[in-house]
């Protein structure tokens, strides 16, 4: 007589379902594993570019200061005493700055060595005694200590970047030049902190002499004419196309064009900023005015998909029951959808302003690339964009140049951080959940 109610396993093999449930976990923790070793082997890829970026860079937020006692003389500056701001403009400043730096080395006699020696100095050394001068005309007669910029070569030695191990004819700076650095710093007269020029200074060929200023004043121009043009276009487009706009074929076609427009690379807009812009309507080369125009063609689908994402995750609930209590469909968007949506349409618009901000490709081809020593103070003025000008020290020989192009990366990447933390903090702060 058959048990039925008998386990009959052993009649049809052994029972495999512990083997196959123990290879399945086993796959899973390797899956899990392997998700941790590439986080881990990005995140260590991560963190050595930074630390190449800020051990290159931190240096160049600062600069060699060589302190002089200047003998301001009249018979130099002002000689019949009149004040005459022409006169006084145009006196041998420099040679004032040299005779302090000669007085301390006075074994210093010879022509060829006198010229090494006034190359510790920066070349503009002269300029910031006019202007001391121009500001204060009471320093004429009197002698004061001023800190004057060291030369490149000099603040990238006294930094520690040039070894006086090497053999001489292999380093920039001489034998005799470091003998006088180690002079200077021994009478204490060497002084190693935050550089101005850096932050108040515009590009110049002389890295001593070289800030950001200008490109970020240029930076912040571009995105203002960028943020003008591209935020009311964007979402006005993207109100029409999500909540207006008929269901056909012209409307299928505008939504591929425009998801295609976000991938296309960002130098074939700089190619249309330069055919259209440039070429056809003529408008200044190198102002913030066409880098704004040509970067607001790069960011408008990025607002346009992010905002429409943002109106259709808005539940229909909130539409039936606007309509519901006698509203128009106009007064449905722009009083109920189009707040409530707003948040993330803010996160897309930041997220494309912190792409703009980054682009260096658009802008080379509309003459953004070009040398500019002045700040800009208008739209229409030449300027160039932090990008453009860490681009450009990165193509410079002399090295002091990278500690001031990493120095530029570490700027950029803090704007970008800021923008993106803002655009986080938009989206909690306003968001709600449905």
């Known amino acids: 007589m058959t048990d039925r109610g008998g386990n009959n396993s052993g009649d049809r093999g052994p029972d495999l379902s512990g083997a196959r449930i123990k290879r399945r976990h086993a796959a899973e923790r390797r899956f899990r594993y392997y ?6 082997v990005a995140l260590g890829f991560l963190g050595a570019l930074l630390t190449s970026v800020v051990y290159q860079g931190y240096t160049g937020f600062s600069q060699a200061y060589i302190g002089l006692d200047i003998e301001f003389d009249e018979q130099v500056i002002d000689p019949a005493g009149e004040r005459d701001p022409e006169v006084m403009a145009g006196a041998n400043y420099m040679a004032l700055a040299r005779r302090a730096l000669s007085s301390i080395f006075p074994d210093v006699t010879s022509r060829s060595d006198k010229m090494q020696l006034y190359r510790l100095l920066a070349s503009d050394a002269g300029i910031e005694l006019q202007n001391m001068v121009a500001e204060d005309p009471s320093l004429i007669g009197t002698t004061r200590r001023v800190w004057l910029k060291s030369s490149d ?43 101005r020029a850096f932050f108040t200074s515009g590009d110049s060929r002389e890295p001593e002499q070289a800030g950001i200023m200008g490109a970020v004043i240029g930076s912040a121009l571009t995105l203002v004419v960028t943020l003008l043009l591209s935020f009311p276009v964007g979402v006005l487009a993207a109100v029409y196309l999500e909540e207006f706009a008929p269901e056909n074929r012209l409307t299928d076609l505008i939504e591929v064009n425009i998801n295609n427009l976000a991938a296309v690379p960002s130098i074939i807009f700089g190619l249309l900023g ?161």
């Open 274 to 434: 330069l055919a259209i812009f440039l070429n056809f309507f003529g408008l200044p080369r190198s102002a913030p005015l066409v880098g704004g125009m040509v970067l607001a063609l790069m960011t408008l689908p990025t607002i346009i998909i992010a905002g429409r994402a943002a109106l259709k995750a808005v539940p229909p609930s909130i539409r039936e029951a606007a309509l519901g209590v006698g509203a128009s469909e106009v007064q449905v968007v722009l009083h109920h959808v189009l707040p409530l949506a707003m948040p993330g349409v803010l996160t897309g618009t930041i997220i494309g302003m912190a792409r703009a901000l980054g682009e260096t490709a658009p802008l080379l081809m509309i003459g953004m690339v070009a040398f500019i020593v002045d700040i800009p103070k208008g739209f229409t003025d030449p300027a160039t964009v932090l990008p453009v000008q860490i681009f450009i020290w990165s193509d410079s020989p002399e090295r002091a140049f990278i500690a001031k192009m990493a120095a530029a990366i570490m700027v950029l990447l803090a704007f970008l951080i800021t923008m993106n933390g803002a655009a986080v903090f938009v989206r909690r702060r306003f968001e709600r959940r449905w």
């Open 35 to 40: 998700g941790v070793i590439a986080i881990t």
């Open 153 to 195: 070569d000099a603040d990238t030695f006294l930094k520690g970047f040039i070894d006086r191990d090497v053999p001489e004819q292999d380093r920039r700076v001489k034998d005799n030049e470091i003998a006088w650095l180690d002079g200077l710093q021994a009478a204490g007269v060497i002084d190693i902190s935050t550089s």
